[in-house]
């Protein structure tokens, strides 16, 4: 709590002084914070707030599809562009010899903090993973892996840890990182373990699982 209000009279204080000196560099640093600040509402728009039995899945002849907020990516690359300009601008101010207090300096480890925090955070969101389940098995494909498939006869369960999807298997556990999944990741689970102990698991399979849970009225958790 205190750290944020540190932070707030930091930045008040940053913000007067360049009001105040009105110079181009000082102007582009204000203009690239508020834009990080919209990039960073934006994104916390976009990741999916899970609503406990929450599904959306898509159907399709032979699969069924559980697919992750993509666009999650777009804001958090703005924040990072938007941080190094202001580092940018922040470094052009004081290499233009501008007399400068030590409330404006301390937009220095500040806008640090939050250009590391950006490429963090862009890793992860970049992390997504879309799920699929037909006759094979259970599959995840996302931009920064290869497809991969867990055939039914290896799955043994499915369970959440964070924000994890975690598929017990024979060979050992598998981990998909389910964060901005668009369906409650607790109910799909579900679904994969309750598939796992069919005979012959398919997407219609999952699909009948899903009528099943529908008719139980109940989210899990």
Known sequence: MWAWIVAG???????????????????????????????????????PSWVAG?????????????RAERRAVWPVLLLLVALLFAGFCFVGTLSAGITV??????????????IGYAVWMLWRVSRWVDLRLD????????????????????????????????LVTVNGPVQWPVRQLLSDPDVVAEIIRRCAEQPRPDAESARAIID?????????R
């Open 54 to 66: 929450y599904l959306d899945a898509e159907a399709a002849r032979a699969d069924l599809w559980f």
């Open 135 to 166: 006759a094979e098995g259970v599959s995840a494909s996302g931009p920064l892996r290869r497809a991969a498939t867990v055939p039914w006869e290896s799955v043994v369960d499915a369970h959440l840890i964070g924000q994890e999807l975690v």
């Open 212 to 220: 099943a849970l529908i008719a139980e009225k109940r989210p899990l």
């Open 101 to 114: 207090n030590r409330f404006f300096l301390a937009f220095g480890p500040l806008i640090a903090v939050g």
């Open 9 to 47: 009279v930091v930045l008040l204080a940053g913000v007067i002084f360049i009001v105040s000196t009105k110079h181009p560099m000082l102007y582009g640093l204000v203009a690239s914070l508020f834009i990080a600040g919209l990039a960073e509402r934006a994104y916390a728009r976009l990741v």
